[in-house]
C-alpha cells in the first residue's frame, strides 16, 4: 500500500513540477527531487524513467552528484527568479508581511543557487 502511495505522490510531483517549468507560482526543483526520493523508495523502474528523461534526467542527475552550474546558467536562473518576485511585487496587493516573506525567500534562494556545486556531499 506505501508503494503506491508514493508512486502516486511521484507522479503528482512531476506534473506540478511540469507546471513550474512554465509558470513562476510553481517551483520546480523541489517537486522532482521529491518525486525522485518517492520514486526510489516504491518503484526502481520509474525512478530510473525519471532520471534518464531527456528533459529532466541530466539536470536531476546534475543536483544529485553536485555537478556545478556555470556562472551563466546562475546568473539566468537567478535572474528570472527576481523578474517573478518583482512583477509579483509590482502587480500584486501584499501586505508587508508578505513582501518580507518573498524577499527573505528571495534571498534564500538566491544563495542556495550561487552555492550549489560549491560543496561536496
Known amino acids: 500500500m506505501k508503494k503506491y ?3 502516486s505522490l511521484g507522479i ?3 506534473i506540478l513540477g511540469s507546471i513550474g517549468v512554465v509558470t513562476p507560482v510553481l517551483p520546480t526543483t ?3 527531487l521529491l518525486a525522485a526520493f518517492l ?3 516504491s518503484s526502481e523502474k ?3 524513467m525519471l532520471m534518464k528523461n531527456k528533459v529532466f534526467g541530466k539536470y536531476l542527475y546534475n ?3 553536485n555537478v556545478p552550474i ?3 546558467e546562475k546568473l539566468i536562473s537567478i535572474s528570472f527568479l527576481w523578474a517573478g518576485l518583482g512583477s509579483t511585487f509590482y502587480f500584486a496587493s501584499l501586505s508587508k ?3 518580507i516573506i518573498l524577499i527573505v525567500i528571495g534571498v534564500a534562494v538566491s544563495f542556495h543557487i550561487a552555492m550549489l556545486g560549491k560543496w561536496h556531499r
Open 46 to 48: 520509474l525512478h530510473n
Open 30 to 32: 523541489p517537486f522532482l
Open 97 to 99: 508581511t508578505v513582501f
Open 63 to 65: 543536483y544529485f552528484n
Open 5 to 7: 502511495i508514493y508512486i
Open 12 to 14: 503528482l510531483c512531476i
Open 70 to 72: 556555470p556562472l551563466k
Open 39 to 41: 520514486f526510489s523508495r
